[in-house]
């Protein structure tokens, strides 16, 4: 094959056409945009998509970003709707269609059908005189420009725009909802952003029978055994009351065992860290691993309403339990 022009200096011809079709569209956005919004906002069923061909992949995005950021959406594949999909489609649903031209066959014969539901319908189209925009009740119009392939043939430009559009529809309506980041993480409790929004202290901290806790006056080697036993990297001391009076940690431990502490006779409140970080149960967990990454440490105890000791939270399990990646 030979390279018979400047490869670098063509992609970056293809960034400029794109760019450009979308500082164009971003102009066109007027009184057209804002009529979609608000029908989207007043919605009262779902936001249905549909578009054939690359404008149905770029739909099938958007339908994912509207439903994450708390519109319901989901994308209705135009030749499925004509055998039975059109189905899940109600009067008091919105259905976007999408198609450059206007003209696809696939999308434009939905019409009638809709039509008779008697849902809302709106045009994302570059073609003001098409048979879709004639059709639909709501329309957006993109501007004139090129695609981005050599050929002005393959839809680039376009659908990058039509991406970008449904970015901003989504991004906007969600704003206009209240729509809050509690929100976003229970619709996406799998992955590490749900997880930082959702999962809490209580929900990984050790507590019960499972804490490593001593009262007050106990020995050191009592603490070693209860910290032995737990399999933690910390021994909180309490009073009567589960106040909390102090902690030992493992590191604490060996600086001790290198200066021949004696284990059997040393009291814990002698060697314990006093006033110690302490975060409390119903804390985000991701904020605790902050805590503990800017106070350089490893483990604390975890507080009730009360400031009692309710249980110890480690650093490892928080990183185990897949919330920072």
Same mark, same amino acid.
């Given at each position: 094959?030979?390279?018979?022009?400047?490869?670098?200096?063509?992609?970056?011809?293809?960034?400029?056409?794109?760019?450009?079709?979308?500082?164009?569209?971003?102009?066109?956005?007027?009184?057209?945009?804002?009529?979609?919004?608000?029908?989207?906002?007043?919605?009262?069923?779902?936001? &249905?998509?549909?578009?054939?061909?690359? %404008? *149905?992949? /770029?739909?099938?995005?958007?339908?994912?970003?509207?439903?994450?950021?708390?519109?319901?959406?989901? !994308?209705?594949? %135009?030749?499925?709707?004509?055998?039975?999909?059109? *189905?899940?489609? +109600?009067?008091?649903?919105?259905?976007?269609?999408?198609?450059?031209?206007? $003209?696809?066959? +696939?999308?434009?014969?939905?019409?009638?059908?809709?039509?008779? &539901?008697?849902?809302?319908?709106?045009?994302?189209?570059?073609?003001?005189?098409?048979?879709?925009?004639?059709?639909?009740?709501?329309? !957006?119009? !993109? %501007?004139?420009? +090129?695609?981005?392939?050599?050929?002005?043939?393959? %839809?680039?430009?376009?659908?990058?725009?039509?991406?970008?559009?449904?970015?901003?529809?989504?991004? /906007?309506?969600?704003?206009?909802? =209240?729509?809050?980041?509690?929100?976003?993480?229970?619709?996406?409790?799998?992955?590490?952003?749900?997880?930082?929004?959702?999962?809490?202290?209580? =929900?990984?901290?050790?507590?019960?029978? $499972?804490?490593?806790?001593?009262?007050?006056?106990?020995?050191?080697h009592q603490a070693i055994v209860e910290m032995s036993k737990k399999g933690l990297s910390m021994v909180t001391i309490v009073d009567t009351e589960d106040n909390i009076k102090g902690i030992i940690t493992d590191g604490d431990l060996r600086r001790m065992l290198d200066k021949n502490v004696d284990v059997y006779n040393a009291v814990v409140d002698d060697l314990m860290t006093k006033n110690p970080t302490t975060v409390d149960y119903r804390e985000m967990a991701v904020n605790a691993l902050q805590t503990?990454?800017?106070?350089? &440490?490893?483990?604390?105890?975890?507080?009730?309403?009360?400031?009692?000791?309710?249980?110890?939270?480690?650093?490892?399990?928080?990183?185990?339990?897949?919330?920072?990646?």
């Amino acid at each position: 094959m030979d390279k018979k022009f400047d490869y670098i200096n063509e992609a970056k011809k293809v960034f400029d056409k794109e760019i450009e079709a979308l500082q164009k569209t971003r102009d066109a956005l007027g009184k057209d945009f804002e009529s979609i919004l608000n029908l989207i906002l007043d919605c009262e069923g779902k936001l &249905i998509l549909t578009g054939m061909g690359k %404008p *149905g992949h /770029i739909a099938t995005k958007m339908s994912a970003t509207f439903a994450s950021l708390g519109i319901p959406s989901f !994308f209705m594949h %135009p030749g499925e709707a004509m055998h039975g999909d059109l *189905g899940m489609v +109600e009067k008091k649903d919105v259905v976007m269609l999408m198609s450059y031209s206007g $003209e696809s066959e +696939e999308v434009t014969r939905l019409m009638p059908v809709l039509k008779e &539901i008697g849902c809302k319908t709106i045009a994302i189209t570059g073609k003001p005189q098409s048979t879709l925009a004639q059709e639909c009740q709501y329309h !957006f119009f !993109f %501007p004139e420009f +090129e695609e981005a392939c050599y050929l002005h043939l393959a %839809p680039t430009s376009s659908t990058t725009t039509l991406l970008v559009l449904g970015d901003a529809l989504a991004v /906007i309506a969600s704003r206009a909802i =209240n729509y809050t980041r509690d929100d976003f993480g229970l619709h996406h409790p799998a992955g590490a952003l749900g997880k930082k929004l959702l999962v809490k202290v209580k =929900n990984l901290m050790y507590s019960g029978d $499972e804490d490593a806790v001593v009262s007050e006056g106990s020995t050191l080697h009592q603490a070693i055994v209860e910290m032995s036993k737990k399999g933690l990297s910390m021994v909180t001391i309490v009073d009567t009351e589960d106040n909390i009076k102090g902690i030992i940690t493992d590191g604490d431990l060996r600086r001790m065992l290198d200066k021949n502490v004696d284990v059997y006779n040393a009291v814990v409140d002698d060697l314990m860290t006093k006033n110690p970080t302490t975060v409390d149960y119903r804390e985000m967990a991701v904020n605790a691993l902050q805590t503990m990454s800017d106070k350089k &440490i490893t483990c604390m105890p975890v507080v009730d309403e009360e400031n009692k000791l309710v249980g110890t939270i480690l650093m490892q399990d928080i990183f185990k339990a897949g919330i920072v990646r």
